[in-house]
Nanobody, 123 residues
Framework: QLQLVESGGGLVQAGGSLRLSCTASGRTLGHYTIGWFRQAPGKEREGVSCISWGGGATNYQDSVKGRFSISRDNAKNTGYLQMNSLKPEDTAVYYC????????????????WGQGTQVTVSS
């Protein structure tokens, strides 16, 4: 019964920052890996980042390393994706996902998905 709701998307200029939030309801999020994915128009959905149950393990797509940072606050039942130095190619719908496993992977095998939030980066 886990439900995920993303927030924080919007329009930002190149070089700017956004912080996405993923708030869970129905269950506590502590025993779920959190993943962030994105899908740009005409492209396949791709994994952006993931974080393990307690935050001890993270993984990032090469194109966002050094710019994006994933975190979680299990007490608030929320995951975050801090996005800095945004580029136009980061424009996409961003999805939060959760996986009932402590394996942090950037694949499609996640059990629960949010509805997505639009991120648009202008140049």
């Amino acid at each position: 019964q886990l439900q995920l709701v993303e927030s924080g998307g919007g329009l930002v200029q190149a070089g700017g920052s956004l912080r996405l939030s993923c708030t869970a309801s129905g269950r506590t999020l502590g025993h779920y890996t959190i993943g962030w994915f994105r899908q740009a128009p005409g492209k396949e959905r791709e994994g952006v980042s993931c974080i393990s149950w307690g935050g001890g393990a993270t993984n990032y797509q090469d194109s966002v390393k050094g710019r994006f940072s994933i975190s979680r606050d299990n007490a608030k039942n929320t995951g975050y994706l801090q996005m800095n130095s945004l580029k136009p190619e980061d424009t996409a719908v961003y999805y939060c996902a959760a996986r009932l496993s402590n394996l942090c992977i950037l694949g499609e095998s996640y059990d629960y998905w949010g509805q997505g939030t639009q991120v648009t980066v202008s140049s």
